[in-house]
């Protein structure tokens, strides 16, 4: 029985569809409220009291505040563990962490330099052009790589949380048209299959169907 009001605060094409997906696979029941993205960051006045990073995802559960995929997927794991969103085994879960940092560290800023290029050069349309060039060749670097460390079907030993969050890149590699390699592409097809990132991706689209949320790229 679940009393607590529990609400993911996030926006279309984020990350946060690892934090959502992660709690369809908990089978909690939760508020999935949309957020607007500026080029300043995530939401309005209110959010930025959830916030003050201005990002999503955000975890409320009644009174408590989660931020970053990895810490809300280690609250779910601790409040459902038998989902299996993160391992049992003492070296699996070292690799997890292992996996959150790096794609949360230095794959996601990767993206972050496409989507938000006048953050790090200003306005200048030539800046933007040059930082998106030698961008895209590096993103395409970091995907290659991924693709070599994927052994088998899920990133863990079992199919985990990671998996979700993986998938955030695979669907933005899509966005931006960069080539996925087989292991990669093979990896994002089942991720899309399993129910819970279904019904994450189904939600993402219902809440976005309707205006005014206006949808945006966000990383
Ligand atoms: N490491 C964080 C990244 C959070 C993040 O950068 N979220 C993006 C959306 S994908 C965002 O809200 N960006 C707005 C900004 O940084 O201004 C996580 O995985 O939760």
Request: charged residues 25%; aromatic residues 10%; glycine residues 6%.
């Amino acid at each position: 029985m679940q009393n607590t009001k529990i609400t993911l605060y996030f926006s279309k094409d984020s990350c946060a569809i690892a934090s959502m997906a992660a709690l369809e696979e908990a089978e909690l029941r939760f508020d999935a409220t949309p957020v607007g993205m500026s080029p300043d960051g995530a939401g309005d006045d209110a959010f930025r009291r959830l916030n003050p990073r201005r990002q999503v995802p955000v975890l409320t559960v009644g009174e408590r505040i989660f931020r970053e995929n990895g810490a809300i997927f280690r609250y779910l794991n601790d409040l459902r563990p038998q989902a299996g969103l993160l391992p049992i085994d003492s070296d699996e879960q070292i690799r997890a962490s292992e996996w959150i940092g790096y794609l949360g560290g230095t794959v996601h800023p990767a993206f972050r330099l496409l989507f938000r290029p006048q953050r790090f050069v200003g306005f200048a349309s030539e800046a933007q052009q040059a930082l998106r060039t030698e961008t895209r060749s590096h993103v395409q670097k970091l995907l290659d790589e991924l693709d070599a460390e994927l052994t088998g079907d899920w990133v863990l030993r079992q199919r985990s949380a990671i998996d979700f969050y993986l998938f955030v890149f695979t669907r933005w590699a899509g966005l931006i048209k960069a080539l996925l390699p087989n292991r990669l592409a093979a990896h994002r097809a089942r991720v899309v299959e399993l129910p819970a990132m279904a019904r994450a991706l189904a939600r993402e689209e219902e809440a976005y169907a309707t205006p005014p949320i206006a949808p945006s790229l966000s990383s």
